[in-house]
């Protein structure tokens, strides 16, 4: 049975689309099956892995609808041993369309519960927002995974998110637990950063994951060429640092 892994953090900017394309494709290099959910109406996951996202018939909207079967909105190996599920920017009229909807926070884990068993990872980036959308990803997920930049105000926010996971896992998915924090965007030229690990390793209680993701020339270079950086440039520091994370994550997972 597949593990599903909620990637989020409400403050933007902090590499959860990022670390969601790129931790996604490492699994996949790794011979894992994996499947890559988009719930952020910008769809930059989707377009990272070039798929052109304003010409798609069946979405992550169109799932949430009932308009399509789940089946019919995942595009299939993607890259080798990897699938995707597309999302536009369609899916920002989901939250009022669905207003009134019973159940609504469960509606992307009774579609999960169809195809979970094929996969080893489900990853879902989630939106930049603690909306109902990551409410959805939350509620069918067995763990959320955060993201934290070096920086200042790296802490800022966290609190709130994890009130919000508990809150999930106290009314709506009892299983949900955190998976832990990943740092991104570590610049081993400045104090700052190495300050910022220390800080949130006396702060916070959750597991802190060892690796830690360097700002990378090369990983900002390869969305913009739809491709994970795995295949961008395997051999740079930031495909890397994503190859030995998801090495931690299925070392802890035991998969």
Not at 73 to 100: H, K, Q, R
Request: glycine fraction near 6%; hydrophobic fraction near 40%.
């Amino acid at each position: 049975m597949g593990k599903i892994i909620a990637i989020a953090n409400q403050k933007g900017g902090v590499g959860k689309t990022t670390t969601s394309i790129n931790l996604s494709a490492a699994l996949a290099v790794k011979g894992k099956k994996v499947l890559v959910i988009d719930t952020d109406p910008q769809g930059n996951t989707t377009s990272g892995y070039n798929i052109d996202k304003n010409n798609l018939d069946n979405t992550v909207y169109e799932l949430m609808l009932g308009e399509c079967s789940i089946g019919e909105c995942i595009i299939s190996d993607v890259i080798p041993n990897l699938s995707v599920l597309p999302t536009n920017v369609n899916l920002a009229a989901a939250e009022i369309e669905l207003i009134d909807a019973e159940n609504k926070e469960y509606i992307l884990k009774n579609e999960l519960d169809w195809v979970k068993d094929k996969y080893d990872f489900i990853i879902i980036d989630c939106p930049p927002s603690l909306s109902m959308l990551t409410v959805n990803a939350m509620t069918a997920a067995d763990s959320v995974l955060v993201p934290i930049q070096c920086e200042y105000y790296a802490l800022e926010g966290l609190s709130q998110l994890i009130h919000t996971v508990n809150l999930v896992k106290t009314r709506l998915n009892e299983d949900l637990e955190m998976e832990g924090v990943v740092f991104t965007m570590y610049d081993s030229r400045t104090n700052l950063s190495a300050e910022v690990v220390e800080n949130v390793k006396d702060n916070l209680d959750e597991r802190i994951f060892e690796t830690v993701i360097p700002r990378n020339i090369r990983l900002a270079e390869a969305p913009s060429f739809g491709v994970p950086i795995t295949t961008y440039d395997p051999k740079s520091a930031g495909a890397i640092s994503y190859l030995e994370l998801a090495d931690e994550l299925i070392k802890v997972n035991r998969m």
